[in-house]
């Protein structure tokens, strides 16, 4: 009798801990909404305004100004470097990156160089 009632009470302590584990650790924040400051870091021979930032989820498109977009995006979302909208002749597709406060995207048009880069994060991705 006296070793049902430690069980239950090691039983109680092990829940209690799972759940303050969780409450406290473990529980993921729920995604909020910041205000994104996103600079250009040109490596081509195009004007900025040739870039546009994309929220890579819900399609937002902000263009550069003075090498400079700004917008609101949700902290689990996901940002992609594209070509300006207005510009139809050109394409690019940059690399996504998660949302953060402030964040510098730089234009690959060196093949090798953007090529380089993508080896990089197969080899990361891979490990």
């Known amino acids: ?9 090691i039983l109680m302590l092990v829940g209690l801990s799972a759940f303050l584990l969780w409450e406290f650790v473990l529980k993921p924040t729920p ?11 040109n490596g081509c021979e195009f004007d900025d305004n040739t ?4 929220v890579y ?11 400079t977009a700004y917008f609101s995006a949700r902290s689990d979302h996901r940002l992609h470097l594209i070509a300006n909208p207005e510009f139809p002749e050109v394409q ?35 490990r």
Request: contains cysteine; hydrophobic residues 40%; proline residues 3%.
């Open 1 to 9: 009798m006296k070793k049902a009632g430690i069980g239950v009470l």
């Open 31 to 41: 995604p909020e909404i910041i205000f994104v400051t996103v600079k250009l870091d």
């Open 51 to 54: 870039f546009a930032v994309e």
């Open 57 to 67: 989820e819900t399609g937002l498109i902000s263009t550069f100004k003075n090498g």
């Open 92 to 126: 690019y597709d940059g690399d996504l990156e998660p949302v953060t406060s402030s964040l510098i995207l730089k234009s690959y048009c060196d093949v090798s160089e953007r090529m380089m880069n993508i080896f990089k994060s197969m080899n990361e991705t891979f």
